[in-house]
């Protein structure tokens, strides 16, 4: 599980830096594009504007002439007498100041910032289920006590009995049973009976330690003992081991008979 997490964080890294990476390139060509129009516009208020001297025309007031004359002489107007002002230069950099220039279309960034984003969720709720999935911390310590100690290097303890009873008043379960040390076991003293109990969905609930009747545990000598646990929830198994005052494990083998095995 701790391979997967590290994964999963290695990997919302690289997405992140990833999308740092394409807001810098966006914010970059962004200001590239201002710059190129504030450098188009001065470029076009720069331009000189040419204007044609309207040509000046002298004036000349005509003789004074008859009704006739005067309409002989406008039949023979030319045309080039009606221009009064010539054409003005056009003007450079006018006709392309409101062109509209192409530009590519944002869909695609944004189609790659959208499926990141749906990347990103889809991790953070992969990540929430798995943890969801994991065990309780309790149950976790309880089951995981007996690996993480250290084991005492004798031969182990033999379990002879075992059986259990329920103090509904006290809201208690004790616990007891006999343990018998083997003949080629050396001798123990101080011998610690521990009890976990797990509900019936397989959660830890509680546990409880006592010592044996007998302090001193010599090779082929037998002891019982007796653990009451308190418990206010509903109990559906437990577990016994075997400890020494300072908690190492001292293992154990079950010796009972097929009968008692089948009653548990």
């Keep these: 599980m701790d391979t997967v997490l590290i994964a ?10 990833g999308m740092a990476l394409v807001v810098a390139k966006l914010v970059r060509e962004e200001r590239a594009r201002s710059e190129a129009r504030v450098a188009a516009l001065g470029a076009m208020s720069a331009d000189p504007v040419i204007d044609s001297a309207v040509p000046q025309r002298s004036i000349v007031v005509p003789p004074a002439v008859s009704p006739l004359q005067r309409s002989e002489q406008a039949v023979r107007f030319d045309d080039d007498d009606l221009d009064i002002r010539q054409p003005e230069a ?12 192409s530009r590519p279309s944002p869909w695609g960034r944004r189609f790659a910032v959208i499926g990141s984003l749906a990347v990103v969720v889809l991790v953070i709720g992969l990540v929430a289920v798995s943890g969801k999935a994991r065990p309780p911390a309790s149950a976790a310590a309880a089951s995981s006590v007996a690996q993480q100690a250290p084991t005492l290097g004798t031969v182990p303890l033999e379990l002879l009995s075992l059986q259990y009873a329920r103090d509904e008043a006290a809201q208690r379960l004790v616990i007891s049973g006999l343990v018998q040390n083997p003949r080629s076991g050396a001798a123990l003293s101080r011998v610690v009976a521990t009890a976990f109990l797990f509900g019936p969905d397989g959660t830890f609930l509680t546990s409880s330690r006592a010592p044996l009747d007998f302090t001193t545990l010599a090779p082929g ?43 548990k």
């Design 8 to 17: 999963v964080t290695a990997l919302s890294l690289a997405m992140a830096a």
């Design 90 to 101: 056009a003007v450079s950099g006018v006709s392309s100041l409101f062109a509209e220039t």
């Design 221 to 263: 000598v037998e002891s019982p003992f007796v653990v009451s646990v308190p418990v206010t929830g509903q109990v559906a198994r437990y577990r016994v081991g075997f400890r020494t005052e300072d908690g190492q494990v001292i293992a154990h083998v079950d010796k009972r008979g097929p009968e008692a095995l089948a009653q």
